[in-house]
């Protein structure tokens, strides 16, 4: 995934960005609507299929703490083995920037073989630290 400077300058909060409605406003859970575990060239990737409920909430700016978590949980409740410091990291970097860098991205991949780093460090790497995009 790729950020331009327009997705950052939209998706996050200071001068460049307008006040924006509570992601609170009726958009329901579920927001996963499935994961599948893939493997490329012996490399895990565990695809993340969010629903047109949990894009639209990834979209919002001003999404809530309880959707991310819930978001989160959902993910965890179909892939339990995915519960590691760097792939909630990679979660949450797709769930606050995919929508704005690539909307309607089929998926959102997560790697456990990927470093856990810092959020600077993740947003840079476009989500995906440690090497580029597989498969």
């Given at each position: 995934?790729?950020?331009?400077?327009?997705?950052?300058?939209?998706?996050?909060?200071?001068?460049?960005?307008?006040?924006?409605?509570?992601?609170?406003?009726?958009?329901?859970?579920?927001?996963?609507?499935?994961?599948?575990?893939?493997?490329?060239?012996?490399?895990?990737?565990?695809?993340v299929y969010p629903t047109w409920a949990?894009?639209?909430?990834?979209d919002d700016i001003g999404k809530t703490?309880?959707?991310?978590?819930?978001?989160?949980?959902?993910?965890?409740?179909?892939?339990?083995?995915?519960?590691?410091?760097?792939?909630?990291?990679?979660?949450?970097?797709?769930?606050?920037?995919?929508?704005?860098?690539?909307?309607?991205?089929?998926?959102?991949?997560?790697?456990?073989?990927?470093?856990?780093?810092?959020?600077?460090?993740?947003?840079?790497?476009?989500?995906?630290?440690?090497?580029?995009?597989?498969?």
């Open positions: 995934m790729k950020l331009t400077a327009t997705a950052l300058a939209l998706a996050l909060p200071g001068p460049f960005s307008a006040p924006v409605a509570s992601a609170d406003d009726g958009i329901e859970p579920p927001y996963v609507e499935r994961v599948t575990w893939v493997s490329y060239d012996g490399l895990s990737t565990l695809r949990g894009r639209d909430v990834a703490d309880a959707q991310t978590d819930e978001a989160w949980g959902e993910v965890l409740a179909l892939a339990p083995d995915a519960d590691t410091p760097g792939m909630r990291s990679q979660f949450l970097c797709h769930w606050h920037f995919a929508e704005f860098a690539q909307p309607g991205k089929t998926s959102w991949d997560l790697e456990p073989w990927r470093p856990p780093v810092d959020e600077n460090t993740m947003l840079l790497a476009g989500c995906n630290p440690g090497g580029p995009e597989k498969g």
